[in-house]
């Protein structure tokens, strides 16, 4: 049973790849899809379109950065992966803010991006504004990244 | 930190001299025109629409022209030939246009006409290709396809839709002897035959052959089809001559293709100037120009015009209730950020330019989001050369956007050889990997690693924000002040100045938040009284002040106190600041997969690993630099509008729109040796 531990653990990384990464593919095809329609219309635009597009596309950076920290820490990735299942379910539990606020936000982020277009299209002069929308939400991945960076790390230190 | 003064202009000038005057404020391209004196009955406005209008038209025609012309000859261009800029040519080419007008104006419609024809030559050769097509079964048979028989017999000339051999046909038609069958041509498909039967039995073997799904070809010629297809392909390929001659010729036109991309230049220029010259007022001899120009152009402007012209120029400065237009000017090192700046909104009137203090803190910012020599010193590298290869012709906006990520690229290398990141961990990687070095870090970083030691990034990373902030706060109270409110500089600024201090203070010497961020400094308890007697006062403050608009004293209590919940906006504001951390771990630790995952076969394919770790390298790195910084950029903008921008700035001026060249493809300057 105490063996567990490192599958607890390697799910948490799994999961933070899995579910920032998959809103961001989900986003980023929003996008997508908005912006082929723009650059239909205005092919010059395809550069800021672009930026527009990948804004959720960081979600899934974020995510894939949680699995690796957490991968070496526990040494799936060359080491010693010998700690308990109390452990384990510590790196899942530090894994899940960025798995479930990464899907989440990417594709809401994914939405302002969308609406962002429409200004993009209309108001090709106001690109700074259109760009702030989604990066509000872009706040809350980060915060989400922050407490699991931190919680992996302490849970790195703790004794148990 | 400044906006250009502007001034009011007012020309009053002789009517003779209208044309030259105006392409001469044209050329300068100094003054805004702005009408404001109304029509009466001695100065009245000109209707230019139709001019224009043929302007437009010649735009247009000159555009397909040279779009036409690029798809047929595909001009020599460079990947970097965007940040090319306009191409400059002199005072007397441009004047001399004026004689090649006509003939680019024909040449652009003859350029439309060929493309025209080749077009219709195409859907000729499709309509006759078809034909040829439904022909060539019939091609064996050396009558025309519409013989209808001789006095004697009755022709049937047509297919069935399935194969028949000679045999089987002659079966089925055997009780109408006698007859005479002949298949043309026979596939799968259909089977063409040939059928003469006596007059007499025409009508049964009609019947007959329905039953048997005959159907008559569906192209009727005259000729024998053999002939007739000569005919057609004889057709077709005389009609590709055409099209080859006609493509030729559009191709000989490749020389005047800078004529036609001036001459779109050239009416839109023209086209500016009647749209101005709509909106000046003019009586039968004089004219008025009224508009804004710069203060500092404006002696140089009147002198040339008093100069050259029987004129009168008044200057006079703009009155507070005028709409004056807003030029933004910086030394190019805060310049750079000025797109950034317009990017939000210009300052509105009473406000102040912030671009040298955004400036500063962004190229801090995007170096920390950044944070790796390696990135930073391609970004300071690409710019450096692009900026030095096209100094000359480069657009104003381009070379601005490409300085800023000169110094963005300058300050990246900074904080990456501070945070020792140089493409990830790639120096390590390649000692451990080839060269068995075990003693790593090769470089160390000047300060710390912030993959090692996060929390002390955090702390940084905040009190960053702080300062950010509190600068805000302390533009805010410079504007106040040059507003006069010196009553809004203690109660709206000061005061939230010294609360944010404060309570920084009480929070550090809290044993919880020094646990966390891993401090062991010692706060003095008498410190620890003062900030917090100082909070509270400054907290009241708020309380009793911010709500001052009005009178009622339980509204305005209730205002106070919401506006101090905007405390929880300033912490929130200040965790923003956290994404610096995040970002720059995510490059850094991203850089490392690459370097990890190249490394992976490097040391089992020996020399093929070599090539496949470069290849990783590069493909790898250049990802990882594009999308962070996309990154570093979006959020340091975020940062400036939103955590910065909302303590002081709102925004909202009217940008200074010149009179000027607005044109595409060439520039015009004069003593083009000289400048």
Redesign the interface.
């Known amino acids: 049973m105490d063996k567990f531990g490192i599958v607890f653990a390697l799910l948490g990384a799994a999961l933070a790849a899995l579910g920032a990464g998959a809103g961001s593919a989900r986003g980023v095809g929003l996008g997508g899809e908005a912006g082929s329609g723009l650059v239909t219309e205005d092919p010059a635009k395809f550069g800021k379109v672009l930026i527009l597009q990948l804004l959720p596309g960081t979600q899934g950076i974020y995510g894939l950065l949680i699995a690796f920290i957490t991968l070496s820490n526990i040494g799936v990735l060359g080491g010693s992966a010998d700690f308990g299942i109390a452990k384990g379910l510590l790196y899942l539990a530090a894994c899940l803010p960025m798995a479930i606020v990464g899907y989440v936000s990417a594709i809401a982020q994914a939405k302002a991006s969308v609406a962002s277009m429409g200004i993009l299209a209309k108001r090709p002069d106001q690109f700074g504004k259109s760009m702030i929308f989604p990066a509000m939400v872009e706040t809350y991945a980060i915060l989400a990244l922050l407490i699991s960076m931190l919680s992996i790390n302490g849970v790195a230190g703790l004794s148990i | 930190m400044a906006m250009l003064q502007m001034q009011r202009i007012s020309i009053y000038a002789l009517k003779k001299d209208r044309k030259p005057v105006l392409e001469l404020l044209q050329r300068r391209g100094v003054l805004e025109i702005s009408d404001s004196i109304a029509e009466d009955q001695v100065f009245q406005k000109m209707d230019v629409s139709q001019v224009r209008s043929s302007f437009e038209r010649n735009i247009n025609v000159a555009k397909e022209a040279s779009q036409i012309l690029s798809s047929y000859v595909s001009e020599q261009k460079s990947i970097l030939s965007s940040f090319e800029g306009r191409k400059i040519i002199s005072l007397d080419e441009y004047s001399n246009f004026n004689s090649k007008l006509d003939d680019t104006l024909r040449i652009a419609n003859q350029i439309i006409n060929c493309n025209k024809g080749i077009a219709e030559g195409r859907a000729d050769i499709l309509k006759l290709e078809a034909q040829i097509e439904m022909l060539k079964p019939w091609t064996n048979l050396d009558i025309p396809l519409n013989f209808e028989g001789t006095k004697q017999t009755k022709c049937f000339i047509g297919t069935f839709p399935k194969e028949y051999s000679l045999e089987l046909l002659y079966q089925e038609l055997a009780e109408y002897m006698p007859l005479n069958i002949d298949i043309i041509s026979a596939s799968k498909e259909q089977t063409c035959v040939f059928i003469l039967v006596t007059n007499s039995l025409q009508e049964k073997v009609y019947e007959k052959l329905r039953s048997l799904e005959f159907s008559h070809p569906s192209v009727s010629v005259d000729k024998a089809p053999a002939e007739q297809l000569e005919k057609y392909s004889n057709r077709v390929s005389r009609i590709q001559e055409e099209i080859l001659s006609l493509e030729s010729k559009i191709e000989a036109f490749a020389s005047n293709r800078e004529d036609l991309l001036f001459l779109q230049d050239y009416e839109r220029m023209r086209s500016d100037k009647y749209q101005v010259l709509g909106q000046i007022s003019q009586s039968n001899n004089i004219f008025i120009i009224t508009g804004y120009i710069p203060e500092r152009e404006t002696k140089a402007l009147r002198e040339e015009l008093e100069h050259k012209f029987m004129l009168s120029v008044e200057i006079e400065t703009p009155t507070e209730e005028e709409d004056i237009p807003v030029l933004l000017k910086n030394n190019p090192f805060s310049g750079a950020v000025e797109s950034?700046v317009?990017?939000?909104a210009l300052p509105a009137k009473g406000e102040i330019d912030p671009t040298a203090v955004v400036s500063c803190f962004y190229y801090v910012l995007f170096g920390i989001m950044l944070a790796d020599a390696g990135y930073g010193i391609i970004m300071t590298v690409a710019c450096g050369y692009i900026l030095y290869k096209y100094r000359r012709t480069m657009e104003v906006n381009t070379k601005k956007f490409m300085s800023m990520f000169l110094y963005c690229g300058i300050s990246t290398t900074f904080w990456g050889i501070m945070f020792g990141s140089y493409f990830g961990d790639v120096f390590d990687v390649i000692a451990t990997t080839y060269f068995g070095v075990t003693n790593v870090p090769i470089i160390p970083p000047l300060w710390f690693f912030p993959v090692n030691d996060?929390?002390r990034m955090?702390a940084f990373s905040m009190i960053l924000g702080l300062i950010h902030i509190i600068t805000g706060y302390l533009i805010k109270v410079f504007q106040l002040y040059q507003q006069k409110d010196y009553i809004g500089i203690f109660y709206d600024a000061v005061s939230w100045i010294l609360l944010i201090i404060s309570c920084t203070i009480l929070l550090m010497s809290l044993d919880m938040i020094k646990n966390i961020l891993g401090l062991t400094l010692v706060i003095p308890s008498s410190i620890k009284m003062l900030s917090g007697i100082i909070a509270i006062l400054s907290a009241l403050i708020i309380i009793l002040t911010n709500g001052r608009e009005s009178r009622n004293p339980f509204k305005r209590f209730l205002k106070g106190a919401y506006a101090l919940y905007g405390i929880t906006g300033i912490l929130s504001d200040v965790?923003?600041y956290?994404?610096l951390?995040?970002?720059g771990?995510?490059s850094g630790?991203?850089g490392n997969?690459i370097n990890?995952m190249a490394a992976m076969p490097a040391k089992s394919f020996g020399f093929v690993g070599v090539i496949i770790f470069i290849i990783i390298l590069l493909f790898g790195h250049t990802l990882n630099i594009a999308?962070n910084a996309?990154?570093a950029y979006?959020?340091t903008?975020?940062l400036q509008?939103?955590e910065f921008f909302g303590k002081f700035y709102s925004g909202g001026g009217r940008s200074f729109n010149p009179f000027t060249m607005k044109t595409k493809y060439y520039k015009v300057k004069e003593n083009v040796n000289n400048g």
């Open positions: 950034v317009e990017g939000f996060p929390m955090l965790l923003s956290s994404r951390l995040a970002l771990l995510a630790i991203i997969v990890k999308i996309l990154g979006v959020h903008n975020r509008y939103v």
